[in-house]
Nanobody, 123 residues
Framework: VQLQASGGGLVQPGGSLRLSCASS????????IGWFRQVPGKSREAVSC????????YFKDSVKGRFTISRDISKNEVYLQMNNLKPDDTAVYYC?????????????????WGQGTLVTVSS
């Protein structure tokens, strides 16, 4: 099973990026999809999530109002749109899939993981 996270890069503070999570062998519509991030020396933290059934969403407090999460069912992809990026958003971002129907913040609850994409916010 493979998840592919992409869309990272170098962006100036205040800029935007859109991360994509795709899979060739999972129907992402039937999974809760979470976005996590990790910086060296720190634990992986939940950034956002969209549940499979209700479509309910979760955002970490520090990204509320700046990040949005969405699905494109026709493309089997989930997106994390990140606006007004800040240097503190710099991290490796991972997408993960969970069979559970509700969003969870613990990485241990997720069944499948992508390889990570690096986001660097710097002037």
């Amino acid at each position: 099973v493979q998840l592919q996270a992409s869309g990272g890069g170098l962006v100036q503070p205040g800029g935007s990026l859109r991360l994509s999570c795709a899979s060739s062998d999972l129907n992402l519509e039937t999974y809760t999809i979470g976005w996590f991030r990790q910086v060296p020396g720190k634990s992986r933290e939940a950034v956002s999530c969209i549940s499979d059934r209700s479509g309910s969403v979760y955002f970490k407090d520090s990204v509320k109002g700046r990040f949005t999460i969405s699905r494109d069912i026709s493309k089997n992809e989930v997106y994390l749109q990140m606006n007004n990026l800040k240097p503190d958003d710099t991290a490796v971002y991972y997408c993960a899939a969970d069979r559970a129907p509700l969003c969870g913040n613990s990485p241990q609850g997720y069944d499948y993981w992508g390889q990570g994409t690096l986001v660097t916010v710097s002037s």
